[in-house]
């Protein structure tokens, strides 16, 4: 059974900070990872995804997530904070012919000045 | 590009009312998808279509929650009578094929349902 996991309820990173959100995930076969981020009374915006390829991805507003086979995880990472990335991320994994993606619980981000 | 419209934004009802949500999506999109979201959690799918037809309702609570896409383009999900448990964001979303190619899947903004 497919399932993703994002072991911090909330992470707090001062700005200026680099900052990791981590997700880790279990599925049969090769997995397609994505993450999502979510602002207050919006609905989810796409930032990256891994299909296959380059184990580092980059995607928007200078966000990037290396995928770990080894240690089924895809964390989402970002070199220097900024206040405005607080918000809810989350990670979801499905797998190829496999029509399901799963969600993870969200991440709380709090980026504080 | 034109992003996955929504509409109404917010409602408000009474128990036991009933409601209806409308979605376009992407266009030339084929697959689309609406899922639940209980404030401070992950997004829950309720039901996801490909074209016109169903791929999976198994989360759909079908004695109260209803959907539809006619025509294989826009949809709409209806909720006859609500409960207080359905207070919700109800988010459409779309992607080009069934999210089994790894398609990206496409969210618009949401439906925020207050039932009291």
């Known amino acids: 059974a497919q399932s993703v996991a994002q072991p911090e309820d909330q992470v707090n990173v001062a700005e200026g900070n680099p900052l990791t959100v981590k997700c880790t995930y279990s599925?049969?076969?090769?997995?397609?990872l994505f993450w999502y981020v979510q602002y207050p009374n919006r609905g989810l915006q796409f930032l990256l995804k891994y299909i296959t390829g380059d184990n580092l991805v980059k995607g928007s507003y200078g966000f990037e997530a290396e995928f770990n086979k080894s240690q089924t995880s895809f964390h989402l990472k970002k070199p220097s904070a900024l206040v405005s990335d607080s918000a809810l991320y989350f990670c979801?994994?499905?797998?190829?012919?496999?029509?399901?993606?799963?969600w993870g619980a969200g991440t709380k981000l709090i980026i504080k000045p | 590009e034109a992003g996955v419209a929504q509409s109404p934004r917010y409602k408000i009802i009474e128990k036991r009312q009933s409601v209806a949500f409308w979605c376009n999506p992407i266009?030339?999109?084929?697959?689309l998808y609406w899922y639940q979201q209980i404030l401070g959690q992950g997004p829950k799918l309720l039901i996801q279509f490909q074209n016109n037809g169903v791929v999976d309702d198994s989360q759909l609570p079908k004695d109260r929650f209803s959907a539809e896409r006619l025509k294989g383009v826009d949809s709409t999900l209806k909720i006859q009578p609500a409960k207080l448990e359905d207070s919700a964001v109800y988010l459409c979303?779309?992607?080009?094929?069934?999210f089994g190619s790894g398609n990206t899947i496409y969210f618009g903004e949401g439906s925020w349902l207050t039932v009291v």
């Open positions: 979303a779309s992607s080009l094929e069934g």
């Open positions: 979801a994994v499905g797998s190829s012919g496999n029509y399901q993606l799963i």
């Open positions: 599925v049969s076969g090769n997995p397609y």
């Open positions: 266009s030339g999109h084929a697959t």
